[in-house]
């Protein structure tokens, strides 16, 4: 049971560059979901998927899309690349709890747009 | 709206002394989870505790406790006995039954001073 993983772990990229992060969980979850952490910042979501198939915005989507074809797979691209897109980038994905949730994290890639 | 707030951006303690990072919350919701994650410098997330909105006593976790004052929407962590292991950043957040979102605060930065 490897949880939630991410590929790659760290990336450098030029202004304008594309890229697709993956995420993967072996754990059968529903909810998975994209967010960024910045310097002194907690976490921001940008897009979110309750389901195979479908998807949402975050707080923060603009310069991301996401799909999600199968239910283990959550993929975040960048079409064109910002230095504003500078970032550690966490992947989750969510537990259902009775009533409640848990998110369980992914290790978290390391993106540098320059 | 719904909002998570750390008002302790930083704190300092001593190695073997209790600590209390504090964290208000705002919903109009009656059911809901409240959780603390850390993140080591190693920069991955890690459960530490959860309270449920309808747990009428206190979660505990080991060293961590949850000091969950329901009236006053406020959910403190409780270190107990701190280790310079315990340097890191924590964030409180909170999950809603009617939302499909884990709202994040800020984070506090703890320091454990030898």
């Known amino acids: 049971n490897a949880g939630v993983t991410q590929t790659p772990k760290f990336r450098v990229l030029k202004t304008g560059q594309s890229m697709t992060l993956l995420c993967a969980q072996d754990?059968?979850?529903?909810?998975m979901y994209w967010y960024r952490q910045d310097p002194g910042m907690g976490l921001r979501l940008i897009h979110y998927?309750?389901?195979?198939?479908?998807?949402a915005k975050g707080e923060v989507p603009d310069g991301y899309n996401v799909s999600r074809l199968k239910k283990q797979n959550f993929l975040l691209g960048l079409e064109s690349a910002a230095p504003s897109q500078t970032s550690v980038y966490f992947c989750a994905s969510k537990q259902e709890r009775g009533l409640y949730y848990e998110q369980y994290f992914g290790p978290g890639t390391r993106l540098t747009v320059t | 709206a719904q909002k998570i707030t750390q008002t302790q951006p930083g704190m300092f303690v001593q190695e073997k002394e209790a600590v209390t990072l504090d964290c208000t919350y705002d919903?109009?919701?009656?059911?809901?989870?409240l959780f603390w994650y850390k993140q080591p410098s190693s920069g991955e997330m890690i459960f530490l505790i959860y309270q449920g909105s309808y747990d009428e006593q206190n979660a505990t976790e080991g060293r961590y406790s949850l000091n969950f004052q329901k009236a006053r929407k406020s959910a403190n962590l409780v270190i107990s006995a701190s280790q310079l292991g315990d340097s890191a950043m924590y964030f409180c957040?909170?999950?809603?039954?009617?939302?499909?979102?884990?709202?994040f605060g800020p984070g506090t930065s703890l320091s454990v001073i030898p």
């Open positions: 957040a909170m999950s809603l039954t009617s939302y499909d979102k884990v709202i």
């Open positions: 754990m059968n979850h529903e909810y």
């Open positions: 919903t109009s919701d009656q059911s809901y989870g």
């Open positions: 998927s309750v389901g195979e198939g479908t998807t």
